[in-house]
C-alpha cells in the first residue's frame, strides 16, 4: 500500500473514532440537593445505571444516548423537593434503535431510598451507598457492592452479586434471578431468618443453618434464623447456583 493511501486510511479510521465517542457525549446532567431519606428512582429500558457513592453534598445524574435514533429518545426529570426521578422515553412508533445509560454520584454518608433502579436491556450497579435498595434487571446483571443499609435485587435473565457492609434497620431482604447465579456476602452477625432455595444449581452458605436436598423434587433448600431474626433474607433462583457468605 501507497505511504498517502496508508495516511488516509489511518486518518479515516481516527476519524471514526473520533466521532464514534462524540456518540457517547453527556447529553443530560442535573444537580440536586435531596433531604436524607429522600427518594431516588433511576430508570432506562437499553443501557446500565450505575450509581457510586462519593464524598461530595450533591447528587450528580449524567446520561448518555447512544444509537442511531438516540436524537429520538427523550430523558425525562420528573424530579421534586425530596425525590430524584429519571427515566427515558421512547417514540411511540417507527425505529427505536437507542439505549440510554446513567451514571449518578450520591453522598456516600446519607442515607436515601433507591426505590426503584433499573433497567429492562442492561446491568445495574450500585457502590459505596447507604440506605434501602431496590435494584432490578430484566436481561443483566445486578451488583451491589459495599452498602449499608437494606438490600433487594433482582434479574430475569442475569446474575446478581451482592455484598452488605452494614444491615440497618429491620425489614425483608429478597434477591433473586430466574436464570442466573445469586451470592450475597453479609457481615459475620448477620441478624435474620433465612431462606434459600435453587432448583436446579447447588447451594452453599457458611452460616449455622442447615441445607437440605429437596425429597421428591431435584434442588436444595436451607432454612434458619440467626439471632434474634430482626430482619428477613430470601435468597432464590431457578436455574443457577445460590450462597449466603459471611463477608
Known amino acids: 500500500m501507497r505511504k498517502d493511501a496508508l495516511g488516509m486510511t489511518v486518518a479515516a479510521l481516527l476519524a471514526v473514532v473520533i466521532f464514534g465517542a462524540t456518540g457517547l457525549a453527556e447529553d443530560f446532567q442535573r444537580t440536586y440537593r435531596l433531604p436524607a431519606n429522600g427518594s431516588i428512582c433511576i430508570r432506562t429500558v437499553s443501557g446500565e445505571v450505575r450509581i457510586q457513592g ?3 453534598p450533591n447528587i450528580v445524574v449524567e446520561g448518555f444516548k447512544v444509537g442511531r435514533d438516540r436524537d429520538r429518545v427523550e430523558i425525562v426529570d420528573m424530579s ?7 427515566s427515558v422515553r421512547y417514540p411511540e412508533s417507527g425505529s427505536n434503535n437507542a439505549s440510554v445509560s446513567f451514571q449518578v454520584r450520591v453522598p456516600r454518608s446519607i442515607s436515601y431510598n433507591f426505590e426503584n433502579v433499573r433497567s429492562v436491556s ?3 450497579y450500585l457502590t459505596d451507598v447507604t440506605g434501602q435498595v431496590r435494584a432490578v434487571s430484566v436481561s443483566g446483571s445486578v451488583e451491589v457492592k459495599n452498602v449499608s443499609g437494606l438490600v433487594s435485587a433482582a434479574s430475569t435473565s442475569g446474575n446478581v452479586d451482592v455484598y452488605i457492609k452494614k444491615i440497618e434497620g429491620s425489614g425483608d431482604m429478597k434477591f433473586s434471578s430466574i436464570s442466573g447465579n445469586v451470592a450475597v456476602k453479609a457481615p459475620p452477625d448477620l441478624d435474620a431468618n433465612v ?29 434458619g434464623r440467626l439471632g434474634t431474626g430482626a430482619c428477613s433474607i430470601r435468597i432464590t433462583s431457578v436455574s443457577g447456583r445460590v450462597s449466603l457468605i459471611r463477608s
Open 54 to 56: 462519593y464524598d461530595g
Open 80 to 86: 421534586g423537593v425530596d425525590r430524584v426521578d429519571v
Open 122 to 124: 442492561g446491568n445495574v
Open 195 to 223: 431462606e434459600m432455595s435453587t432448583t436446579s444449581g447447588s447451594l452453599a452458605t457458611d452460616f449455622p443453618i442447615e441445607v437440605h436436598d429437596r425429597r421428591y423434587a431435584p434442588g436444595r433448600w436451607a432454612r
